[in-house]
């Protein structure tokens, strides 16, 4: 149609104009562009994503609407179930948890923030990065979440440990710290340390290495590298460098190592990414997947019942007390939350699912009316990394250029985030800013419009950011088989502890299970 003159962009919109919707549509339709009607078997998008084979319209009740409840709902709804999925909270999501301008965020003691963020602003205050090997890009391809880069590291980020004059750039501390580790060994095997290790050529070949990656110079010496970057950058002229390096005994005091080192890991390294516009996207495209006829929300579970053909959950909701009957039941809550709730599960169960033991996490989104971590300091995206109670700094990864912009004040664990989480918000801002300004200056405590934090330990019906177990034998393995027809789900039941993608794994391993039983029992 290009080659008429017209495009068919162009043709829809002039339908459109002349006839309305109804009228764009069938036109549409006719070009073969319209969405045709859904087939009654899922046919996957692509060749490798899930799917359970054969149907069975047998009822479940999934107890939870976090991300592993929601695509335990949402497998099984492919494959002809009829699920009904129970939330005490009044969202989906669980600490899948993105807060925008108008939310509001309560904690078991009564305390509510009103999140006050401008359009377009948002905080993930649970989840915030996906590693690109892990599941829970394959559900953004399949239910049409799009995805951006996530700037996991960043070489203009900061690093600062209590005990140092001044942050120092990432890059500057990974370029001392590896510079001096070639020294050291590059010395040390012309000394000879290593003949019995190595042939003549081998250690040519690791001289040669080493003075590559440490950018040390002919004599074996770190002397400093432009890698460590300039005070003024080199443009028309040549620039001018940073001063050289403190000694070897000054850069390991500093403790640079901890953190030069963190996206090492498998689940850490680059590129990662996020979903456009908030973690949340893919808890929301899951919840439409499912059926709002299917997700019950406000309503608390106050017993589980495994019968010999059934289950029967006992909730409250906002219409009162009533009984739920399934085949089968997904308990898809924190297990410390799951073990408290009375009924038919064995001992064994109970004290298995008291077993892990929750982590306090706690985050903060601080709010800015200007960008000055891009403005003034050269820092779009990536995490800066501190010995300080606050952890890390978080710069978001969107947005760039924008007027407005938020900054992920701490992100903390364990003892430093049940001290956060046990103050106001007012004073875990006031430390926040406080703590953080050692790193940035003044400008770091001015110019706040709005900001909200989050205490997972205080979250009502989550209470922990994650768990973490003392093993991954006895009540681990315990828990990954059913109690009857009570069937259990979660990150927690996976070595991905924290990532949705757990959650997705676990249901994976879950559905599949309770298919293959389903199908026995009705043929």
């Known amino acids: 149609m290009r080659d008429k003159g017209i495009t068919r962009r162009a043709l829809l919109v002039g339908v459109g104009a002349a006839g309305g919707a109804g009228a764009m549509y069938a036109a549409m339709g006719a070009l073969g562009l319209a969405p045709g009607e859904q087939r009654a078997e899922f046919a996957p998008p692509q060749a490798s994503d899930f799917r359970l084979r054969g149907?069975?319209?047998?009822?479940?009740?999934?107890?939870?609407?976090g991300v592993a409840g929601l695509t335990c709902a949402y497998e099984l709804?492919?494959?002809?179930?009829?699920?009904?999925?129970?939330?005490?909270?009044?969202?989906v999501g669980g600490r899948s948890l993105t807060v925008r301008g108008g939310d509001t965020v309560s904690e078991l003691n009564g305390a509510t923030q009103t999140a006050e963020f401008g359009e377009g602003v948002y905080f993930n205050a649970g989840p915030g990065r996906i590693a690109q090997w892990m599941?829970?890009?394959?559900?953004?391809?399949?239910?049409?979440?799009?995805i951006e880069t996530f700037v996991n590291n960043n070489a203009s980020a900061y690093i600062y440990n209590q005990g140092m004059a001044a942050p120092v750039r990432a890059r500057t501390a990974r370029a001392d710290l590896y510079g001096y580790i070639a020294e050291l060994l590059a010395k040390a095997t012309d000394a000879g340390a290593l003949d019995r290790r190595l042939t003549p050529d081998d250690k040519e070949r690791l001289l040669e290495f080493l003075r590559r990656f440490g950018d040390i110079g002919p004599r074996n010496t770190y002397e400093g590298s432009q890698r460590r970057g300039f005070q003024v950058y080199p443009a028309v002229g040549e620039g001018t460098p940073l001063p050289g390096p403190g000694p070897l005994a000054q850069v390991l005091s500093s403790g640079v190592g901890r953190a030069v080192t963190v996206d090492f890991g498998f689940e850490q390294a680059m590129p990662m990414f996020q979903p456009v516009g908030g973690m949340d996207a893919i808890v929301r495209a899951l919840a439409d997947a499912v059926g709002d006829d299917r997700l019950r929300l406000g309503t608390r579970v106050t017993k589980i019942t495994s019968l010999a053909d059934g289950v029967e959950v006992e909730v409250r909701g906002p219409g009162g007390a009533e009984v739920v009957r399934a085949?089968?039941?997904?308990?898809?809550?924190?297990?410390?939350?799951?073990?408290?709730?009375?009924?038919?599960?064995?001992?064994?169960?109970?004290?298995?699912?008291?077993?892990?033991?929750?982590v306090a996490t706690g985050k903060i989104g601080l709010e800015y009316g200007r960008r000055w971590w891009e403005l003034e300091d050269r820092i779009y995206g990536g995490i800066t990394e501190t010995d300080l109670d606050i952890t890390h700094i978080w710069y978001p990864s969107y947005g760039y250029h924008g007027t407005r912009g938020l900054v992920v004040g701490y992100y903390n664990?364990?003892?430093?985030?049940?001290?956060?989480?046990a103050m106001t918000h007012r004073d875990r801002l006031r430390r926040a800013l406080t703590q953080g300004k050692k790193i940035h200056g003044e400008k770091y405590r001015t110019g706040v419009l709005s900001s909200v934090s989050v205490a997972w330990e205080r979250q009502p019906h989550i209470e922990g950011g994650w768990v973490r177990w003392p093993s991954f034998t006895g009540a681990f393995e315990l828990l990954q088989r059913p109690a009857g027809r009570v069937y259990f789900a979660g990150?927690?039941?996976?070595?991905?502890?924290?990532?949705?993608?757990?959650?997705?794994?676990?249901?994976?391993?879950?559905?599949?299970?309770?298919?293959?039983?389903?199908?026995?029992?009705?043929?």
């Open 77 to 91: 709804g492919k494959a002809g179930y009829h699920c009904t999925v129970i939330e005490a909270r009044d969202r």
């Open 491 to 523: 990150d927690w039941l996976t070595h991905l502890i924290a990532w949705q993608a757990g959650a997705m794994e676990s249901a994976r391993r879950v559905v599949t299970d309770l298919h293959k039983r389903a199908l026995t029992e009705t043929t």
């Open 327 to 358: 085949a089968y039941c997904i308990a898809a809550l924190p297990p410390h939350l799951l073990a408290k709730i009375p009924g038919s599960l064995p001992a064994d169960v109970r004290a298995a699912l008291a077993t892990p033991r929750p």
């Open 55 to 65: 149907a069975s319209a047998a009822k479940v009740v999934v107890l939870g609407a």
């Open 135 to 146: 599941v829970a890009l394959d559900y953004c391809r399949e239910l049409g979440v799009p």
């Open 413 to 421: 664990t364990e003892e430093h985030a049940a001290a956060y989480g």
